[in-house]
């Protein structure tokens, strides 16, 4: 089982469109895997939920952490098959006031994860805008780390920073944690853009990733459908670009 979290401090740069989009080609390549919400706002878990909200009761990723239930009791099935999600409440606003100063928090995830490694090939953790605690749980778990980032000034700082962040629990929580690759989402077709692309490549050299993700019209349309790319249009090029962002991190 390999473990990877989507993760930027920055807002808005498509973090949870590449957790259910990628979930969306690790289906069609037969994976079995599993999607966690680490997000407090919840926008993975409500892309699955639909109108009839079916993940709204029940066990989800704040109650398994706050009140020390089993991983198992939270993990539901999805609409896509092979894909199992643990969706996340508001509830996991309070996770750094519940736990504070308790190091040991930092842990919890990657201990519940243990429990569930024969089940799944993939596990994908969609990480909140911010590196609090969930986000560091997220990262102690985690086996590598992806970072998706906008053709702009603010994802190139934030980009450092999460990396800095990540230094500091590779040092003291996690040896495993490697950086997958940096990779620019929602890019259009401008000379602004072209520009921030050479400055992250001077930057980030090989961690930038080859593979861009396009802002393509097509993808909010099939997040709006309540599907991922690969189901809306599968032959188009939105599809193409998660499958070839999925074969360049090797999943
Ligand atoms: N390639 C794309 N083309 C068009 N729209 C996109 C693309 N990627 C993401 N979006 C849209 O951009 C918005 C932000 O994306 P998303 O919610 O995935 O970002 P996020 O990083 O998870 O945000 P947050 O930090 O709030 O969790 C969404 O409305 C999404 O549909
Ligand atoms: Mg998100």
């Given at each position: 089982m390999k473990v990877i979290s989507v993760t930027n401090l920055k807002g808005g740069v498509a973090k949870t469109t590449i957790v259910y989009n990628l979930a969306g080609v690790l289906a069609e390549r037969k994976k079995r895997v599993l999607l966690i919400d680490m997000d407090y706002q919840?926008?993975?878990?409500?892309?699955?939920?639909?109108?009839?909200?079916?993940?709204?009761?029940g066990a989800n990723i704040a109650k398994v952490l706050v009140?020390?239930?089993?991983?198992?009791?939270?993990?539901?099935?999805?609409?896509?098959?092979?894909v199992f999600l643990v969706p996340a409440d508001i509830d996991l606003a309070a996770l750094d006031?519940?736990?504070?100063?308790?190091?040991?928090?930092?842990?919890?995830?990657?201990?519940?994860?243990?429990?569930?490694r024969d089940r799944f090939d993939i596990v994908l953790i969609d990480c909140p805008p911010n590196l609090l605690l969930g986000t560091r749980m997220a990262l102690v778990a985690s086996d590598a780390y992806l970072v998706p980032v906008g053709a702009d000034r603010f994802s190139m700082r934030a980009a450092m920073h999460v990396q800095q962040v990540a230094d500091n629990i590779r040092k003291r929580a996690n040896r495993e944690l490697k950086l997958l690759g940096i990779v620019m989402t929602r890019v259009q077709?401008?000379?602004?853009?072209?520009d921030y692309v050479?400055?992250?490549?001077?930057?980030?050299?090989?961690?930038?990733?080859?593979?861009?993700?396009?802002?393509?019209?097509?993808?909010?349309?099939?997040?709006?459908?309540?599907?991922?790319?690969?189901?809306?249009?599968?032959?188009?090029?939105?599809?193409?670009?998660?499958?070839?962002?999925?074969?360049?991190i090797k999943l």
């Open positions: 919840a926008n993975l878990t409500t892309l699955f939920e639909g109108e009839d909200a079916p993940f709204e009761s009140e020390s239930l089993p991983l198992a009791s939270a993990i539901r099935e999805t609409t896509i098959s092979g006031s519940r736990f504070q100063n308790d190091l040991n928090a930092h842990f919890l995830l990657a201990e519940l994860l243990d429990s569930v077709a401008r000379r602004v853009t072209r050479d400055l992250f490549r001077s930057r980030f050299t090989s961690k930038l990733l080859k593979t861009q993700i396009k802002e393509r019209t097509a993808i909010q349309e099939a997040a709006t459908h309540g599907v991922p790319i690969t189901t809306y249009e599968p032959t188009g090029e939105g599809a193409e670009m998660f499958r070839a962002l999925a074969d360049e």
